[in-house]
């Protein structure tokens, strides 16, 4: 288990806690059933007397005996944080929350219901029907795995919505529709801070999984929105990226710049194929760089039609 946390002899927690800013902190999953390890981010704005959360990860779900905190809000509100001052994110509960989530995947969102309880929960206006009930079991992947769908109200929110505490006070955070990896995903703009926070659009040496509903040529668009983004800033090359999974506070232009080549390598052919297998009913496609930091693994379908090819 990585450092940033004082357990002083109480139950182990799912999670562990950073600080990456003046504001903000990245919590991790250190050890799920799933082999996830989500990144979440908890951004502190003392003067709304809120904390926006990003993202709830796997809801504490381990084969490890040793853990027993596995609540995302307990852990917030109860562990010590030696980046905290050696004090808990929101000791007492003082503060309120507002969560927003990425995207709808299960390991996204398994941890959203003790918040869901008196905190706004957003999400992206982009494609409402992919989030809606009646298919919500399916394309969170609750399905597949087995899991029970969680139960909350979701608040959908436009592109370029500025996000405020219920007292009406900026959290500093603009939400940007970016689908591609599925038609909810979002991302947050920290233009103080010069953050980005991606969610599943991509990230470094985990594999970047598509699933079904994802599209690689959306994807490539959403891309270059954010490079424009990054680029137009004063001060680029200060702008960091922060990701679902194993990145965070990264130079965002570079790591944009270089996932956007590895995937044009894999449509024009340039990547070769390391796997192609069935996957519940569907033939899957793994390319990984052979002394890069970019994998990919999706249908097959969704690189043939990035490609331009019929697919039957």
Partial sequence: MEKG????NKRLPAFTARRLTQTTFLIVEWDDVFNEHPFIYAKVVPSAKTILIIDTGCGGATHNPEIGLKSLREFIETVDVPDNNGKPLNEGAKMKYIVVESHCHY???LGVEPFATDSPILGS???PSFVSPENFPANSECNAQGLRTPIYELTLVPHLH???SSSGLSMGLTVLHTPGHTPDELALWDADEKMLYTGDTLYEDDPIIFPTGGSLPVWFSTIDQLIELVKTQPDS????INCGHATALRPALEVLRTCRKFMENVVSGKEPLKRRYLRRGTWCVEFKEDKG???LICPERLVLEAKGEVVA
């Fill in 237 to 240: 090359e200060n702008v960091m």
């Fill in 125 to 127: 206006s982009h494609s």
């Fill in 5 to 8: 946390i004082s357990l002083d």
């Fill in 107 to 109: 390991d996204h969102i």
């Fill in 162 to 164: 500025e996000i405020t």
């Fill in 293 to 295: 930091r970019f994998s």
